[in-house]
């Protein structure tokens, strides 16, 4: 059990990576192109001690900003009216519970002989969020770079895992890359840009320390602790354990390298390679591939296939199965990962495992319409927030789920009775987005045409069971009531050929 978690927040942590490498895949099939990063010497690869550092709150000033150019590629969307940022100050953090290391609750402000880059803010600097991570909630900032010997680098994966020890719930948000945040002591930018800016420039707490209080000011939540991780050591760690079964409902299809040895700077060298749909075995690199590509889709979709990993990471190390890979993992972990997490720190967290399921993780996403794209004034692609929204996403996402709760009592059994292999488990990972737990039985038949939810609740409650049809996007003729109060569960999902897997998670949310 000691060995679980104490991979478990690292293992998070692990997939970050992926989000991050540079982009040599062709940008469409007919017409392939291939980029070619030139990096510039950074002066660390190894984030130092992070010191909790609270906001200082500077009033900017007005001039030219420095971006960080790198194209997204998504369309425009249309932008909203913006609404103000709650016009509140940042207040002292409290201490969070399991006597992890957390901010001292004192406001400390940068030391007087500390002078920023002359680089300032322009006009329309928002208003700092108020602090709106409580003393019962442990976060950990997840990012993923490319810290290779002699190269710059930034954090262009950013997760926040909040974790809730009372209510045993995990909540996990993607932060895009193009987020246009208020970075401390600096000005507007990328929020990519904060934490090598915080390297290169001796921030307190370095680039640990800009990045979180960047995140603090711009979102309320106070970071906790921090993890980042470079790519190679994802691969090795996939491959340690054996590979990882990804549920994908929806088949992905990007360029790929035909294999990781080869040249990227050759068009032969790479093919459009499709994943899923259905329960896919990936080893290092495919995981990484997987959660990483986006020429073919967008940062926003990448933040989904990210989660995806992530979830299914959760499920393999709480499996019985991954103790024995333990001792060859750990090397892995303790060369790639940089956290100020300790060993004993992650043992106490171990503990915990047992009251977790993939059904208390709720996955959140920083995009539209909460956010909406733009340009800078240097002509930079950026994401803007629309304040009220925001508020609440972060509201939603630090907030304990009533509905989580209720339907940890709801059991819903999933047998797979179509002639496509793998949709039970796809069916399951789909409920376990909107927090109902599930199991997985046989069916007497891979020969049903039609799916049917059988309702054997004695109370037949129509609201949830409209709720459990909604989720599978199934509609009332698929529901046969038969009240049996001696079931072991309260609903069984029998998947017909006419069941579609591919859902999107956004929304499924409770």
Not at 164 to 188: A, C, H
Request: with cysteine; aromatic share 10%.
């Amino acid at each position: 059990m000691k060995a679980r978690l104490c991979c478990l927040l690292t293992f998070l942590a692990l997939l970050m990576t992926a989000c991050n490498l540079p982009s040599g895949t062709p940008e469409s099939a007919s017409q392939p192109q291939f980029v070619v990063v030139t990096r510039v010497p950074n002066p660390t690869t190894t984030p130092t001690p992070f010191r909790p550092q609270q906001v200082s709150q500077a009033s900017p000033t007005r001039g030219d900003v420095t971006v960080f150019e790198e194209p997204s590629g998504e369309d425009l969307l249309p932008s909203p009216t913006l609404t103000p940022f709650p016009a509140v100050t940042v207040g002292p953090s409290p201490t969070a519970t399991l006597n992890l290391p957390t901010p001292d609750g004192t406001q400390s402000l940068l030391p007087e002989n500390w002078t920023p880059p002359n680089i300032y803010a322009p006009a329309g600097v928002p208003t700092a969020f108020p602090l709106m991570t409580d003393s019962d909630t442990v976060t950990f900032l997840l990012l993923g770079s490319d810290l290779r010997p002699g190269s710059s680098f930034r954090t262009d994966t950013i997760v926040i895992a909040a974790l809730r020890p009372k209510s045993g719930q995990i909540s996990l948000l993607s932060i895009p890359r193009d987020f246009w945040v208020y970075i401390p002591e600096w000005g507007m930018n990328k929020v990519n840009t904060a934490y090598q800016h915080g390297e290169l420039y001796n921030y307190p707490g370095k680039g640990p320390g800009l990045l979180k209080d960047t995140l603090l000011y711009n979102l309320g939540i106070r970071i906790d602790h921090v993890a980042m991780v470079d790519f190679d050591g994802f691969r090795r760690v996939v491959d340690t354990l054996g590979g990882v079964d990804v549920p994908i409902a929806c088949a992905y299809t990007d360029w790929r390298l035909i294999d990781p040895s080869l040249n990227p700077n050759y068009e032969a060298n790479w093919h459009l390679y499709t994943a899923g749909p259905g329960l896919v075995h990936m080893d290092g690199d495919l995981a990484l591939w997987y959660a990483r590509s986006r020429m073919r889709s967008s940062d926003f979709d990448r933040g989904r296939r990210q989660q995806e990993v992530l979830r299914a990471l959760f499920n393999q190390i709480l499996s019985s199965d991954t103790l024995a890979k333990i001792p060859a993992l750990y090397n892995d972990i303790t060369s790639t990962v940089a956290t100020d997490l300790t060993l004993g720190n992650m043992i106490q967290l171990a503990w915990m495992a047992p009251q977790f399921t993939s059904a208390d993780v709720r996955s959140y996403y920083l995009k539209p319409p909460i956010v909406y794209s733009t340009f800078s004034d240097g002509g930079a692609y950026i994401l803007i927030p629309n304040g009220d929204q925001l508020y609440n996403l972060v509201q939603r996402f630090l907030t304990d789920s009533p509905q989580v709760e209720a339907r940890e009592s709801v059991k819903v059994e999933v047998r797979n009775g179509s002639s496509y292999a793998d949709w039970d488990a796809l069916a399951a990972s789909r409920l376990a987005y909107a927090g109902f737990e599930t199991s997985l039985a046989p069916a007497d038949s891979q020969g049903y045409d039609q799916t049917l939810l059988y309702d054997f609740t004695a109370g037949q409650d129509n609201e949830q069971v409209q709720l459990l049809l909604a989720v599978l996007g199934l509609n009332g003729s698929a529901l046969v009531s038969v009240p049996n109060s001696e079931s072991q569960v309260s609903y069984v999902l029998l998947l017909g050929n006419d069941y579609k897997p591919c859902f999107n998670p956004d929304g499924m949310t409770p």
